[in-house]
């Protein structure tokens, strides 16, 4: 590769003295190097220690090439005769079974449409066509899939257990769980906190019940709804937004474990 289509960047790990953590900075003189750090560390946590010192962990060097830019492929549209399946198949739909045309990707030109139920072939996979769904193909040569009939419910999402959107709602709450955490590690100056992950984050509802616990130290698993509960307890008209509770009786839950609703 010719020195001209490549390209160097060198870059410093860079971390306060007395600390773990390294954040990489660009490569340039003492002052550029040390506002360069403290932009990122502020972006990162939130806060930067005037007058500390800075340590250089590691030295970094990347190469980058430039490589052949590739030309796009632009489909022309039909110019005579439609599109025809390469045969009917069989597939299970709707709970029943179904003869369905499969067609084949590379037949497609730019601006034809498919309705589905429908199978798409091509190379690499195979595309199912659900009915009320539609493929079109892009002049780039994109396949582009729209509903176009509105998904009928069968019934609302409310107390009746839907096994799927349990899970999906499972996970939403214990990634807030763990994103508090993230948030939490970044932000904190404690090094028991950024350093040691002696920390665990959990979501509760008005009453204090245990909603999501992440699994950040395993030894507050048991713990979180405890040290929650008698704090909320305390609120005779509930919590709102933004309002918080720091528990340190070992009565309560034998942890130290600040808590937050929201």
């Known amino acids: ?19 773990d953590t390294a954040l990489v900075v660009p490569m340039g003189a003492i002052g550029e190097l040390q506002s360069a750090f403290e932009a990122t560390h502020r972006q990162r946590y ?7 010192g800075l340590i250089v962990e590691a030295l970094s ?22 599109l025809a399946p390469k045969a009917d ?41 659900d009915p009320g769904w ?6 780039l040569g994109h396949l582009l899939l729209r509903r176009q009939v509105a998904l009928r419910r069968k019934a609302a999402v409310d107390t009746e257990v839907d096994p799927v959107m349990l899970e999906v709602f499972n996970n939403l709450f214990m990634s807030i769980a763990e994103q508090m955490g993230s948030t ?9 906190i950024k350093e040691r992950l002696d920390f665990s984050c959990a979501l509760f509802d008005r009453k204090g019940n245990l909603i999501a616990n992440a699994p950040h130290m395993p030894v507050h698993l048991g713990s979180m709804g405890r040290a929650w509960r008698p704090s909320s307890a305390r609120g005779a008209t509930g919590w709102r937004r933004a309002t918080s509770s720091s528990s340190t009786r070992p009565i309560t839950a034998a942890r130290i474990c600040p808590t937050s609703p929201w």
């Open 1 to 19: 590769m010719a020195e001209a289509d490549r390209d160097a960047h060198k870059r410093l790990h860079l971390r306060y003295a007395g600390t």
């Open 46 to 52: 939130g806060f930067v220690v005037p007058g500390k």
């Open 61 to 82: 060097v990347e190469l980058v090439g430039k490589t052949e830019k590739l030309q796009e492929i632009h489909l022309a549209p039909r110019s005579s005769g439609r």
């Open 89 to 129: 198949v069989a597939c299970f739909i709707d709970g029943a079974w179904q003869n369905i045309p499969l067609y084949e990707r590379e037949e497609m030109a730019a601006g034809e449409r498919i309705e589905g139920p429908a199978i798409i072939a091509e190379a690499t996979g195979t595309i199912v066509l």
């Open 134 to 139: 539609a493929a079109e193909m892009a002049v």
């Open 184 to 192: 939490l590690e970044n932000t904190s100056h404690s090094v028991n």
